[in-house]
């Protein structure tokens, strides 16, 4: 294996509730509200780093089909949420290259979790809504 590179970020930033790996930055969140996975509130980002992607699939999601890698922390390999590469819905566009990532599992700014509450986690699959 070679030698792991990893971004480090200033300012307000959101990392990996495991390792602390850095992701994103609070300036780059396009949207807060609308987005959902199996754990509970995601946000979505339009760019994310210290990050590599898993295999391309489609997903049928609350806004229609959309083609979506995973993503994971280079720091502990930990799924930290997902990457739309294609939308099939025109109005969907605006998400393709854009990230998410699942608040469950990731630490915010301040420091904090979130954590989820009975009736989410037992929601089955990963989401999305449109943002209004």
Known sequence: MGRLFV??????????????THLALCEDIVSKVSFHSRHGKA?????VVNVTMGE??????????HTVVDIFCVGCGS???WKYETAHEKAQ?????KSVLERFKVS???GSSYWANHEV????????????
């Not at 300012?11 to 495991?18: E, F």
């Not at 946000?43 to 760019?47: M, R």
């Open 93 to 97: 566009k605006y998400k393709e290259g």
């Open 79 to 81: 799924i930290v949420g």
């Open 7 to 20: 971004v480090n970020l200033e300012g307000k930033i959101y990392s990996c509730k495991h390792c602390r």
């Open 108 to 110: 915010g700014p301040d």
């Open 56 to 65: 391309k699939e489609e997903r049928m999601m609350m806004t229609g089909r």
């Open 121 to 132: 986690s037992q929601h089955v699959g990963g989401s999305d809504a449109d943002d209004v």
């Open 43 to 47: 946000y979505l980002f339009s760019k």
